[in-house]
């Protein structure tokens, strides 16, 4: 580390993770390993992360033809990974930006492996195109990605040259395919976030020459993409990954820009290795800059968060008064999180320390946690839980050690409506998303029976992508994700950012499941009558309440009224949908001990419909419903307590996407996996969808 003394070393380290109580011993001995290969003092200026004054200003969006008041639906996916990203390109994906936008626009997309003269074994299309995209690619590498998968740059006068770094050592390390280079893909993704001196210099200053031509070839994709005519047939956000892993534990977040002013260079966790402190830099330099950019940031996958991800222990702020401001400006960058994507289901989870109450079915869907791939699975949420604090013990583990409340998104909720009582601003008031994660460039590719996997070379076969067990890498621990359903008045950049900063949005585990909910106080059960027509329905529900993602007015004498609407994925001739079997509101509040309490209240359809599906052909059997609507009433609503509600739109069982891939193998292509139906390994599943929230706050005093 440049020479820097042992104690300096170790409070970088300390710094690096959060972490300003004592090491432990084994993490003591990790860190020669790990901070003494080669890393750079990588002082990236500050200026690199701003916005060129003298760059472009903000384009003034054309109005869309079909511009509703009232909100149109528009489906997107808000997390998608190309070549540029390292992991990607580590498992043989070479589709760039322009790839991702084009398969999530409805063309073609050509998948690994790939043949001697680089033609792709695979070509997918999605079943229906989405309306808006955001390309994610990890920032914490994008010079290092140039360095070493690009084989000829610019030269003078216009002139292809060959890239000089491309066939360094450390080059040749990153595109290879050996365990070596899997430890280096681990490496890169460590918690301290660190660059290799030998590529980058000790400064970083090589990679920092480099990182803009990504970055300016991710704008250019997004740029050409985005339909800036009155049609508004799609639209294409710039957007990157901030990817801090920190002490084992993902704290990942997807930084997504309004318009087309943004910064020179995204910021990483390299840069900011604390997440606090990308909530301030991209208020500084990009909110408040004056220059017209704008942003928020979608967390991900806090399943394996070991509870970080809903810490409330604010690092660093010494009174409640800054704990009050830091969590005030994470709900103003981070107004909405993702609860489901590739791997697993953030919403809940049974059986959870600190949890009191009755047990949630439908939370024990698609938990990746527990999977052999990441380690849990033979823990008892019930007896394993995470150590107290946001520092807690070392975990070296890369995943999940723990299970915790604030690892799921129902639990977070709750918590908020504590810290706000205490601090009297609420860090976890959040709407709800869903997101793939591919790394194949497949926005939007949902579709259980024609899912193709989600990592390259890794997945590249229905064999592959089966398997559970341990030496299979645990593909089975994936699914294809969900995507987000926004309710925005047109299809442009600005309409559907604004949708998402106030949280009118929903997600699925990947049906195109139509959710809304809405509370009020005078809301009347007529409101769901086939006689009345959806715009004066809708017109009423605006005027005499408010929709997901907002909060209900002072208290009247009654108890609130919700309104839950939701209506089934009709699917495609190819691809038929699945009824719902039922709507659920979820209530969650702080009782008068202190205790975070949850309940689940089933508000429309029939839990009980007898609806099956025999995994073994997929034939499914039973009734379901192709719409419901209620206007539901709290029975337990106490005016001095705060409460949050959503809304989750369930459907009836239907197969997951290994047994629809198990009936295509036969003899010694066939996985043993293919036999096995679990509560751990399953083969059949309810999607659904999870609205936004609706909080309620009493009246001070």
């Known amino acids: 580390m440049n020479g820097k003394p042992a104690g300096k070393v170790l409070e970088a380290a300390r710094m690096a993770i959060g972490e300003t109580s004592r090491i432990s011993l084994a993490a003591l001995f990790l860190l020669p390993a790990l901070l003494g290969a080669g890393c750079s003092d990588d002082p990236w200026p500050v200026a690199d992360f701003e916005v060129d004054s ?4 903000v384009e003034t969006e054309t109005p869309c033809d079909n511009r509703n008041p009232l909100r149109n639906l528009y489906w997107g996916d808000t997390h998608v990974h190309t070549a540029i990203s390292v992991d990607a390109y580590l498992y043989g994906v070479r589709n760039m930006p322009d790839d991702a936008y084009r398969y999530g626009f409805g063309g073609p997309l050509q998948l690994p492996p790939y043949d001697k003269d680089g033609n792709a074994a695979r070509e997918v299309r999605i ?10 690619d990890h920032a ?14 610019p030269g003078p006068a216009g002139a292809s040259i060959d890239n000089p770094d491309y066939n360094s050592d450390y080059c040749k390390k990153y595109r290879g395919s050996d365990s070596l280079s899997l430890y280096f893909a681990r490496h890169i993704f460590s918690p301290w976030g660190f660059r290799n001196s030998k590529a980058c210099g000790r400064d970083g200053q090589r990679c920092r020459e480099l990182a803009p031509n990504f970055w300016q070839q991710t704008i250019a994709a997004a740029e050409r993409w985005d339909d800036k005519s009155s049609h508004c047939e799609r639209t294409a956000f710039i957007a990157y990954e901030y990817s801090s892993f920190r002490m084992g ?24 290795p604390l997440e606090w402190n990308l909530w301030r830099r991209l208020k500084q330099l990009c909110k408040d800059s004056g220059t017209g950019c704008d942003a928020i940031a979608i967390p991900h996958n ?9 810490n409330v222990d604010y690092y660093g702020a010494a ?41 949630d079915e439908l939370c024990d869907f698609e938990q990746f946690e527990d999977m052999p791939i990441i380690g849990n699975w033979e823990k008892d949420p019930t007896e394993d839980g995470c150590p107290t604090g946001f520092w807690g013990e070392w975990m070296p583990h890369p995943g999940p050690n723990c299970f915790s409340p604030l690892s799921y998104a129902r639990y977070a909720l709750v918590e908020g409506l504590a810290e706000e009582q205490r601090i009297g601003v609420n860090p976890f008031k959040f709407g709800l998303s869903a997101a793939t994660d591919t790394h194949n460039g497949m926005a939007g590719g949902v579709q259980e029976r024609s899912y193709e996997g989600h990592l390259g070379e890794a997945d590249a076969s229905a064999v592959k992508r089966i398997p559970y067990a341990m030496e299979n890498r645990g593909n089975s621990a994936n699914g294809p994700g969900g995507i987000i359903g926004v309710w925005a008045e047109e299809n442009n950049r600005g309409a559907i950012f604004e949708a998402m900063r106030r949280k009118e949005v929903f997600g699925t585990s990947g049906p195109r499941i139509r959710a809304r909910l809405f509370g009020g106080w005078d809301y009347s059960g007529d409101l769901c009558s086939p006689s009345l027509q959806d715009e004066e329905r809708l017109q009423t529900l605006y005027q005499q309440g408010v929709p997901m993602g907002g909060d209900l007015p002072s208290a009247s004498s009654a108890a609130p009224r919700f309104a839950a609407i939701a209506a089934a994925d009709p699917g495609t001739a190819e691809f038929p949908g699945t009824p719902l079997q039922r709507l659920q509101i979820i209530k969650g509040w702080v009782d008068g001990e202190g205790q975070r309490r949850n309940a689940v209240f089933d508000v429309a359809g029939d839990p009980k419909n007898g609806a099956g599906v025999d995994t073994s052909t997929c034939e499914q059997s039973g009734e379901g419903f192709a719409q419901l609507c209620t206007v539901w009433e709290d029975p337990d609503f106490d005016a001095s307590r705060r409460a949050v509600y959503y809304l989750r739109a369930v459907e009836n069982p239907s197969c997951r996407y290994d047994a629809w891939q198990c009936m295509t193998l036969e003899g010694d292509d066939r996985p043993a996996d293919c036999d096995i139906d679990t509560v751990m390994h399953p083969k059949s599943q309810q999607e ?3 609205s936004s929230p609706i909080w309620y706050t009493p009246e001070a005093k």
């Open 249 to 272: 534990s993902n704290l990942h977040r997807n930084v997504i820009f309004k318009n087309n002013v943004v910064p020179r260079l995204p910021i990483s966790h390299i840069e900011e």
């Open 688 to 690: 659904r969808a999870w």
């Open 140 to 153: 914490e590498f994008l010079g290092e990605a140039w360095m070493c998968t690009v084989e000829k740059v």
């Open 127 to 136: 079943d229906r195109p989405l309306d808006f995209v955001a390309v994610t």
């Open 302 to 310: 806090s399943n394996i968060s070991n509870g970080r991800m809903f």
């Open 54 to 57: 003298q760059g472009p200003q």
């Open 319 to 359: 009174d409640q008064q800054e704990q009050a401001a830091r969590a005030a400006l994470r709900m103003e960058i981070e107004p909405i999180i993702e609860v489901m994507q590739h791997k697993g289901d953030s919403e809940c989870r049974n059986g959870i320390i600190g949890i009191p109450g009755t047990e």
